[in-house]
């Protein structure tokens, strides 16, 4: 099992920074890659930023040039820096990790989710 710990979510106003952590402990050797993903209020779950299973990156295209994620694989610790932060940024934003298992599908985890408010 893994489970996943978001920090550094909270209030903020628009145009500034806000920086979000995410820490995996137990099996943590079975995962695969990591990343961020949202849930704005009233919609649905969407990948921010991801690492993919060939160590590049993903980022949603509204994230473009504003945010950046990195991480440290050995620990398997992501961070997730928003710059220029927008109202339309504010959602629940929930760490993810893919791993393996005894079976033939890979296994998701999720965080419990951190949430964060951008003002106008």
């Known amino acids: 099992q893994v489970r996943l710990a978001e920090s550094g979510g909270g209030l903020e106003r628009a145009g500034v920074s806000l920086r979000l952590s995410c820490e995996a402990s137990?099996?943590?050797?079975?995962?695969?890659?990591m990343g961020w993903y949202r849930q704005p209020p009233g919609k649905q779950r969407e990948p921010v930023a991801v690492?993919?299973?060939?160590?590049?990156?993903n980022y949603a295209e509204s994230v473009k040039g504003r945010f950046t994620i990195s991480g440290d694989n050995a620990k398997k610790t992501i961070t997730l820096l928003m710059d220029s932060l927008k109202p339309e940024d504010t959602a629940v934003y929930y760490c993810?990790?893919?791993?393996?298992?005894?079976?033939?599908?890979?296994?998701?985890?999720w965080g419990q989710g951190t949430q964060v408010t951008v003002s106008s």
């Open positions: 690492f993919t299973n060939t160590g590049g990156i």
């Open positions: 993810n990790a893919v791993g393996t298992s005894t079976s033939p599908y890979p296994v998701v985890y």
């Open positions: 137990g099996d943590i050797w079975t995962i695969r890659h």
